[in-house]
């Protein structure tokens, strides 16, 4: 159901192992893996945060509201304010599950407010992206997250910054997960199948968990970028406020484009990190992406005489050691990421492919891809095995909203994917070709399954065009959004600016200081920025690839 790679701006953990470097352990005796909270990828099984938590939010917060009419509850900040932190103020936001319906079911989402000293076309960070991956709101997270790593982007021109969990993810309620699918990982993972064989079996997951929450009442259609697009039309007439800046980060920047699209009076600009576009239709490039990811990721080794001698070959190796893994898993005990027991995996050629396709969603991580497969190829697990934990810590969270997801996915992404033959290139290795013949038809019946009422409507799947004043930023080292992909949209926007960064991968403001710099002076200035902002002149990661204006 799922789509084999999905983009959200949370949560990726990093395996820094250079040649030569100590590994350093953990109390498991597996190689520690360090927490670096800034993003997944956007696939596989998890649900919501922390459920007792989240109750007791519920039962201390909510108070009886008017049915049928949109409205902003004032409530107790769920956490401590830090040292420096502006005034801070929370809020829920109630809406109907179904705008076209007043009488459909009420659900919330939740809304913080920084306050920079300025309403005006205040700063909307429109969530974790994913689709489905929480905006790292609770109290453990809001502090390290959200304030010390975007303070910058709007306190500076003493902007108000207002962050959302959108419907059905995170602190929103319902937080729509599927335990169903949680339930079969381990012993999934531990059984030796195809990968044909293994989707069909996590579908078969959700469709309990579809048919479960059916039966709950919830309308599985109306959890979509359209609608939390409508969402954020109803905060902004609540508050009072006449046009956001938005910052869509991964998959939250198609929340960004489809509010441009319905509602381009609200927008006053919006920044774009690590973007997914409408009319780019993933599906079609999965052979072409996972071709090129892999390449980009050896690259540097590739190039450099003293890396290309201690692995040769590298790449074709690593394609082998996939079709190795294929024919004779390797078997694996880890740590269960959860309860920390003795966890038996079975790591075929598909499986290893996912892990490593992970791991390249964080920069850091593509430097030790060499010594990751010589040592497999050597019989070493304890590389392996760690990114093999970190990929179920993924599969096992249950703070992502997997319904939500896949409500997504079907109703907006795969509905329109595969309209052409899938682009093939001439060097992409035979199991790409083989992997995606086999998934293709799984996805389209897991699709009709999980949406079953499904209209469709080819709007969700077209190109937007917009005057609204964009900044586009992207990692040149990007797998799962080639930098070639955004350069193909850029004719629909009249007043952009688009920064590729060359050492980055998934994600730029977090992890790139002038990014944010130029983010902020964007918000302030528009297309006018680079006179106030010049940071990228001296910042040699950076290339603005292109830059075009026009009256708005």
Known sequence: MRSEHRVSQRGRATLCLKAGQAKPQDHTGETALTANPQLHPFFPVGRAGSLFFLLLVGVLLARPLAASVPALEQVPCWFASGSGWPETTCFFMHVNEDHGNPQSARIRFPVVKFEGGSNDRPVLD?????????????????????????????????????????RGVGMAEPALGCFEALAIVRPLWARHLSVGEEYAEVTRSYERCGQRLRAEGYDLLKYNSAAVATDIKQLGEQLGIGQFSLYGASYASRYALTIARDYPEMVASMVLDGPVFPSVR??????????????????????????????????????????????????????????????????????FYDVVFYTLYDEKNHASLPELIVSMEFGNTDLVAALVRNYLALLLDDSIADATINSHYCFEEFPFELSADLEVPQDAPAFLVK?????????????????????????????????I????????????????????????????????????????????????????????????????????????????????????
Not at 440 to 456: E, G, H, I, M, V
Not at 535 to 547: D, G, I, T, W
Request: proline share 6%.
């Open 126 to 166: 429109l969530g974790g992206g994913g689709p489905g991956f929480p905006s790292g709101l609770g109290a453990e997270d809001i502090e390290e997250w959200i304030w010390y790593r975007y303070s910058y982007m709007f306190q500076r021109f003493d902007r108000d910054l207002y962050v959302i969990d959108p």
């Open 469 to 552: 004043p964009t900044l586009i930023l992207s990692g040149e080292l990007d797998p799962v959004i080639p930098i070639e992909d955004i350069d193909r949209v850029l004719p629909n926007f009249t007043n952009v600016a688009y920064y590729s960064v060359s050492d980055v991968a998934h994600g730029v403001v977090a992890v790139n200081s002038c990014a944010e710099r130029i983010a902020g002076a964007f918000y302030e200035f528009g297309m006018e920025y680079n006179r106030q902002e010049r940071c990228a002149r001296s910042e040699q990661s950076m290339v603005l690839r292109y830059r075009a204006t026009a009256p708005q």
């Open 282 to 351: 993933s599906e079609d490039y999965m052979i072409r992406n996972g071709t090129r990811a892999i390449h980009r990721a050896l690259y540097a080794c590739t190039t450099d005489e003293a890396c290309r001698l201690d692995f040769p070959d590298i790449e074709q190796r690593f394609w082998k050691l996939v079709d190795a893994l294929n024919t004779k898993p390797m078997a694996l005990s880890v740590t269960d990421p959860v309860n920390y027991a003795r966890l038996a995996v079975t790591l075929t050629g598909d499986r």
């Open 435 to 467: 992997r995606e013949a086999q998934l293709t038809p799984l996805k389209r019946s897991a699709c009709a399954s999980w949406l079953p009422a499904l209209q469709l409507s080819t709007r969700e799947g077209e190109a937007v065009k917009t005057a």
